[in-house]
């Protein structure tokens, strides 16, 4: 698997063209380091040298790393993330004996002595601060410098980690923010202090809070493998979602897993850990095999935007590919056994800061969010992936109709699989509503959730199923009701074929199909969304008081 880490570090990169990294490093000389891409470019591009891989670039990368060393230290450019990521790279390149030794010395030199105020942006100055999820990257920079032998900070790590320790939840799980702060928690801001804990505890920290980060990292490991869909993807849910690096940070969090695990004797969790490393692993090559390479789950020019926060840029994002990949790489032990990937049935359900609950079954797999961030999704059943099928197929993330990325949609909707009912002349749909779950389980072939929503005195039961056939969806209320149903139209380079009959809706993308089927009729609600991975149209299914609609994900 190590290899295999270079080799997807190295696809990573391709992406730049070596006119796109001069043009870069032109901006940087003149501009000056503003935020970590760059650095981030130069270390990835250093370990890949280290590792025999773009030769051509040696000496582009030597003033590339010059030009980092003397400046980082001396600018806010978020050193915060990369001190360590350029700590690990002179690492590299000094195992490997790249470069002569009084080189990478003077390199390192450069990261003595450092003024924390100028160098860095965001960390806790008194215990009564509450910086979140930035300060977890300055304290493993300022580990990293410690290992590195430069300088003695444990006691400054240590004063971040009291404050960082008061966010995890009871699952082991990451807040952001608390409750009283905002409801919403982005997954992957819970994933990135794991990830990261991950490499402070691997590069020996094993001070007063040890033990208690190993048992949360230990604690969280069941969620982790839970909140891993069919396909290999993690959660979805909040900012930074659906971008290629998401799954390598989720690599590096399940090699640390699997080394614990492994460490205390639970073999059989450790080869699970690896399995579903392996399943991220293959997700990130299959969007690094279309050409060209793009940093987020869809098929827009990167000139577009398409997908992505205004800080989610293609220059910052697309080497974070590396960068996290490379995170796993330090961390794995291939003497662990890789099991078979678990696709046994699942229900699992989070804590009320992260409000989830995700099915799995028959090799489907169901992710709800039943009070979402309306910036970035909307609530209901926010996706549903068939192992092996485009994971856009059906939904993948929910449309939010005000969202905080590009979608270029004019006069966006809300758009999730959710429950219905008419009021007055107009249908209104659970996208916003109270919802409780009430009950869900699964057994030998099967997973099941049931789900109360509620909206200005009308209430919906909404029963969901799934098993090998698919995801049966039983809907209950007075009067009419109904079923939102999404229907993929376009990747940013491939158009769907969407096919309506009275009671069956089709989407045939990929050589799959996407298959609604219902006891009601089906109409199309003639609207159109976006998230991340592209263009949605809405259909819904209507019925009075009992509907049924049926899911299948089958090849054409």
Same mark, same amino acid.
């Given at each position: 698997?190590?290899?295999?880490?270079?080799?997807i570090?190295?696809?990573?990169?391709?992406?730049?063209?070596?006119?796109?990294?001069?043009?870069?490093?032109?901006?940087?000389?003149?501009?000056?380091?503003?935020?970590?891409?760059?650095?981030?470019?130069?270390?990835?591009?250093?370990?890949?040298?280290?590792?025999g891989?773009?030769?051509?670039?040696?000496?582009?990368?030597?003033?590339?790393?010059?030009?980092?060393?003397?400046?980082?230290?001396?600018?806010?450019?978020?050193n915060?993330f990369?001190?360590?990521?350029?700590?690990?790279?002179?690492?590299?390149?000094?195992?490997?004996?790249?470069?002569?030794?009084?080189?990478?010395?003077?390199?390192?030199?450069h990261?003595?002595?450092?003024?924390?105020?100028?160098?860095?942006t965001?960390?806790?100055?008194?215990?009564?601060?509450?910086?979140?999820?930035?300060?977890?990257?300055?304290?493993?920079?300022?580990?990293?410098?410690?290992y590195?032998?430069?300088c003695?900070?444990?006691?400054?790590?240590?004063?971040?980690?009291?404050?960082?320790?008061?966010?995890?939840? %009871?699952?082991?799980?990451?807040?952001?923010?608390?409750k009283?702060?905002?409801?919403?928690q982005?997954?992957?801001?819970?994933?990135?202090?794991?990830?990261?804990?991950?490499?402070?505890?691997?590069?020996g920290?094993?001070?007063?809070?040890?033990?208690?980060?190993?048992?949360?990292?230990?604690?969280?490991?069941p969620?982790?493998?839970?909140?891993?869909?069919?396909?290999? %993807?993690?959660?979805?849910?909040?900012?930074?979602n659906?971008?290629?690096?998401?799954?390598?940070?989720?690599?590096?969090?399940l090699?640390?897993?699997?080394?614990?695990?492994?460490?205390?004797?639970?073999?059989?969790?450790?080869?699970?850990?690896?399995a579903?490393?392996?399943?991220?692993?293959?997700?990130?090559?299959?969007w690094?095999?279309?050409?060209?390479?793009?940093?987020?789950?869809n098929?827009?020019?990167?000139?577009t935007n398409f997908?992505c926060e205004?800080?989610?840029?293609?220059?910052?994002?697309?080497?974070?590919?590396?960068?996290?990949?490379?995170?796993?790489?330090?961390?794995?032990?291939?003497?662990?056994?890789?099991?078979?990937?678990?696709?046994?049935?699942?229900?699992f359900e989070?804590?009320?800061?992260?409000?989830?609950?995700?099915?799995?079954?028959?090799?489907?797999?169901?992710?709800?969010?039943?009070?979402?961030?309306?910036? #970035?999704?909307?609530?209901?059943?926010?996706?549903?992936?068939?192992?092996?099928?485009?994971?856009?197929?059906?939904?993948?993330?929910?449309?939010?109709?005000?969202?905080?990325? +590009?979608?270029?949609?004019?006069d966006?909707?809300?758009?999730?699989?959710?429950?219905? +009912?008419?009021?007055?002349?107009?249908?209104?749909?659970?996208?916003d509503?109270?919802y409780?779950?009430?009950?869900?389980?699964?057994?030998?072939?099967?997973?099941?959730?049931?789900?109360?929503?509620?909206?200005?005195?009308?209430?919906?039961?909404?029963?969901?199923?799934?098993?090998?056939?698919?995801?049966?969806?039983?809907?209950?209320?007075?009067?009419?009701?109904?079923?939102?149903?999404p229907?993929?139209?376009?990747?940013?380079?491939?158009?769907? %074929?969407?096919?309506?009959?009275?009671?069956?809706?089709?989407?045939? #993308?990929?050589?799959?199909?996407?298959?609604?089927?219902?006891?009601?009729?089906?109409?199309?609600?003639?609207?159109?969304?976006g998230?991340?991975?592209?263009? #949605?149209?809405?259909?819904?299914?209507?019925?009075?008081?009992?509907l049924?609609v049926?899911?299948?994900i089958?090849?054409?």
């Amino acid at each position: 698997m190590k290899e295999k880490y270079i080799d997807i570090m190295e696809k990573a990169l391709s992406a730049y063209t070596d006119e796109h990294i001069i043009s870069y490093f032109n901006r940087v000389k003149t501009e000056g380091l503003t935020e970590h891409g760059f650095a981030r470019l130069t270390a990835n591009i250093g370990i890949l040298i280290a590792h025999g891989r773009r030769e051509d670039l040696r000496s582009l990368f030597v003033e590339m790393m010059d030009f980092c060393c003397k400046n980082m230290p001396r600018c806010k450019a978020a050193n915060d993330f990369t001190i360590r990521e350029i700590l690990c790279c002179l690492m590299c390149l000094e195992e490997h004996k790249t470069f002569e030794i009084e080189k990478i010395v003077w390199w390192k030199s450069h990261f003595i002595e450092i003024d924390r105020d100028k160098c860095y942006t965001r960390f806790i100055k008194n215990a009564d601060e509450d910086i979140r999820n930035w300060a977890f990257f300055t304290l493993v920079s300022e580990w990293m410098r410690k290992y590195n032998g430069l300088c003695d900070t444990e006691e400054f790590v240590e004063f971040q980690l009291m404050a960082q320790l008061r966010r995890f939840d %009871e699952n082991g799980q990451y807040h952001d923010y608390e409750k009283n702060e905002s409801p919403y928690q982005p997954v992957i801001y819970d994933l990135v202090p794991r990830t990261l804990t991950a490499m402070l505890l691997h590069f020996g920290y094993r001070g007063k809070y040890y033990e208690e980060l190993r048992a949360l990292m230990k604690k969280v490991t069941p969620l982790t493998l839970a909140f891993q869909s069919v396909n290999g %993807e993690f959660a979805f849910g909040g900012r930074s979602n659906q971008f290629i690096h998401n799954e390598a940070m989720l690599s590096t969090f399940l090699e640390f897993a699997a080394n614990i695990f492994y460490e205390d004797g639970d073999i059989e969790t450790a080869k699970k850990c690896k399995a579903a490393i392996a399943m991220a692993v293959e997700n990130m090559e299959l969007w690094l095999s279309k050409n060209p390479i793009r940093h987020v789950k869809n098929r827009f020019p990167t000139e577009t935007n398409f997908g992505c926060e205004d800080y989610a840029y293609f220059d910052k994002y697309m080497i974070t590919v590396a960068s996290n990949i490379y995170c796993a790489y330090l961390i794995c032990d291939e003497s662990i056994p890789c099991g078979e990937p678990d696709m046994s049935p699942l229900t699992f359900e989070t804590s009320e800061y992260f409000h989830k609950l995700v099915l799995r079954a028959g090799g489907y797999y169901l992710e709800f969010d039943v009070n979402a961030d309306p910036h #970035y999704d909307c609530s209901g059943l926010g996706r549903v992936h068939k192992i092996g099928a485009p994971s856009a197929i059906c939904l993948s993330v929910p449309c939010p109709k005000h969202p905080n990325y +590009v979608i270029n949609v004019d006069d966006p909707a809300d758009i999730s699989l959710c429950p219905g +009912v008419k009021c007055g002349d107009e249908w209104s749909f659970a996208t916003d509503w109270e919802y409780k779950i009430k009950e869900y389980k699964a057994d030998e072939n099967s997973a099941f959730a049931d789900i109360i929503c509620r909206h200005n005195g009308a209430e919906v039961i909404s029963k969901y199923t799934l098993n090998e056939n698919g995801v049966n969806i039983d809907v209950y209320g007075d009067g009419e009701v109904a079923f939102m149903l999404p229907a993929f139209s376009f990747d940013g380079e491939t158009a769907s %074929e969407i096919r309506s009959t009275e009671n069956i809706l089709e989407i045939f #993308y990929e050589d799959w199909i996407c298959r609604y089927s219902t006891n009601g009729s089906i109409a199309d609600l003639k609207i159109r969304g976006g998230n991340r991975n592209g263009i #949605y149209e809405a259909y819904f299914a209507k019925e009075n008081k009992n509907l049924n609609v049926k899911i299948e994900i089958i090849k054409a």
